[in-house]
C-alpha cells in the first residue's frame, strides 16, 4: 500500500478561498484541469477539493487564514509530527483518521507557516 492516492505528488500546495467552486471551474477552463475529491460542508460550501493541473494536484477549501498551506504526503507522518513539535511547531490538528482515507495532522511552523503531513490508509 503506498502512503499517498495513486497519481499524487508529495508535496501539494493548499490556497484557502472564498469560493473552491469558482477556483475549480477557473482551472478547468483555463488550465484542463480535472476535478479529484471535492468534501462539500454543511453549510453547502466546500470543505476540502483537489484538481490536477498536469501532474500536480492543488488543494483548496473555503475558509479564513493564511493565503495558503503546505499538505505533505509521507511514509511516517506521526514521526515528522512529533520532530516538528520538538522543533518548536504548535499543533493546529492533532494527528488523527479524519473520515477521508488519510490519517493527518497539522502544524503551525515557528515561522507561521501551516504543513498538514498525512498518510493514506490502507483500504483493503
Not at 4 to 12: N, Q
Not at 26 to 45: D, I, K, Y
Not at 100 to 118: E, I, N
Amino acid at each position: 500500500m503506498a502512503h499517498k492516492p495513486d497519481g499524487y505528488t508529495d508535496l501539494a500546495p493548499y490556497l484557502l478561498v472564498r469560493d473552491a467552486e469558482a477556483v475549480l471551474s477557473f482551472c478547468e477552463t483555463v488550465f484542463g484541469a480535472e476535478r479529484l475529491r471535492v468534501f462539500s460542508n454543511e453549510g453547502g460550501g466546500i470543505l476540502h477539493a483537489e484538481c490536477r493541473i498536469g501532474d500536480s494536484v492543488l488543494m483548496m477549501g473555503e475558509a479564513k487564514g493564511p493565503p495558503a498551506m503546505l499538505h505533505l504526503y509521507l511514509d511516517d507522518p506521526d514521526a515528522a509530527f512529533d520532530r516538528a513539535i520538538a522543533a518548536g511547531a504548535e499543533v493546529i490538528q492533532p494527528m488523527m483518521e479524519k473520515g477521508d482515507g488519510d490519517r493527518r495532522g497539522g502544524l503551525r511552523a515557528p515561522d507561521g507557516t501551516q504543513w498538514f503531513v498525512a498518510r493514506q490508509l490502507d483500504r483493503s
